[in-house]
């Protein structure tokens, strides 16, 4: 009974120790940039381009990884084919994303390929006139399936960077969905098309393994 005890309380401990180096948290900085945010039409195309700037933190079990982030990002129209580009005006943002990885350890560095989906929410949408638009914010929410490659670099025994870069592919705005926009759409430039929205998403962070 002693033993079998004994021998109980180590695998616990084992355990325990094990599945505290698979968790860690920590927090950071992300440059965001999305473009190709519109339609094509018959004489050129349309849209929005988005550079951001964010904090986020994480938490990360080992073979998955999941953020939240409060972005600031500038908005730039474009029109190619027609009136050139300009400033649209500037977005607040809540960021929501869960990325699977597969650690590859290589002494104090570990490389892991990712892949996973995010959710961008616009929590407040400035035009370029600097008058806030609630109605139009809630249109330019996306979601976003997500592919990049990530390393940690050690820095002490529990403190580590960490490095991601990643491509996405975002579905189009539901703006473009809107049918006062559809109809002005319409006459201005009769049949169009939305185009896939694309990005890049580069993410500096501290972590701490409990």
């Not at 002494?107 to 609630?134: E, Q, R």
């Not at 670099?153 to 960490?162: E, G, P, V, W």
């Amino acid at each position: 009974m002693k033993k079998t005890a004994i021998l109980v309380f180590l695998v616990l401990i084992t355990t325990g120790a094990f599945a505290q180096s698979w968790m860690s948290a920590g927090g950071g900085v992300l440059l965001n940039y999305s473009f190709n945010n519109g339609l094509k039409h018959d004489d050129g195309k349309i849209g929005y381009n988005i550079l951001s700037f964010s904090g986020f933190g994480f938490f990360d079990a080992k073979y998955a990884e999941a953020d939240i982030g409060f972005a600031y990002g500038s908005v730039n129209y474009y029109a190619k084919g027609g009136s050139g580009t300009g400033n649209a005006g500037s977005m607040m943002q809540l960021n929501l994303s869960l990325l699977g990885k597969y650690p590859i350890y290589i002494g104090a560095i570990t490389i892991f390929p990712l892949l996973g989906v995010d959710y961008n929410f616009v929590l407040a949408y400035i035009n370029a006139d600097g008058n806030k638009v609630n109605s139009a914010g809630k249109l330019f929410n996306q979601s976003a399936l997500l592919l990049g490659l990530g390393l940690d670099y050690d820095l002490a025994n529990s403190l580590y960077l960490r490095c991601e870069a990643l491509f996405y592919f975002r579905t189009y705005f539901k703006y473009w969905d809107d049918n006062d926009v559809i109809d002005t759409y319409i006459l201005l430039y009769g049949n169009h098309e939305t185009t896939q929205s694309m990005g890049t998403q580069i993410k500096l962070a501290i972590g701490y393994r409990f």
